[in-house]
Nanobody
Framework: QVQLVESGGGLVQAGGSLRLSCAAS????????MAWFLQAPGKEREFVAA???????????YDADSVKGRFTIPRDNVKNTLYLQMNTVNAEDTAVYYC??????????????????WGQGTQVTVSS
């Protein structure tokens, strides 16, 4: 059983920053993947960033070209929480952001099909 609880969405000015949180249950060891996706109105859900754990000491991070150098995914292992630190946001970042997870290591974290667990989504709106 994996549950994901998201928070931190809201209104932010262009050029500003926002930090989203995804609190996850069930991951204490082994292979695991967690990611952020976004979905704008009328469009398909698309990849933002991910971390995929091969084992306790080995992991890999990935991000989309559109957020490279702007977004990072800090994590708090004690709280079992993944964050999306959004910096220098722009209008194109406006969307519902979803946290996703699964209990396996993957080299294809950008694929929707890799994830069986999803959060409820949190709205991010960038204004100027």
């Amino acid at each position: 059983q994996v549950q994901l609880v998201e928070s931190g969405g809201g209104l932010v000015q262009a050029g500003g920053s926002l930090r989203l949180s995804c609190a996850a249950s069930g991951r204490t060891f082994g292979s695991y993947v967690m990611a952020w996706f976004l979905q704008a109105p009328g469009k398909e859900r698309e990849f933002v960033a991910a971390i995929s754990w091969r084992d306790l000491n080995t992991y890999y991070t990935y991000d989309a070209d559109s957020v490279k150098g702007r977004f990072t995914i800090p994590r708090d292992n004690v709280k079992n929480t993944l964050y999306l630190q959004m910096n220098t946001v722009n209008a194109e970042d406006t969307a519902v952001y979803y946290c996703a997870a699964d209990n396996h290591f993957t080299a294809r974290p950008r694929a929707l099909s890799e994830y069986n667990y999803w959060g409820q989504g949190t709205q991010v709106t960038v204004s100027s």
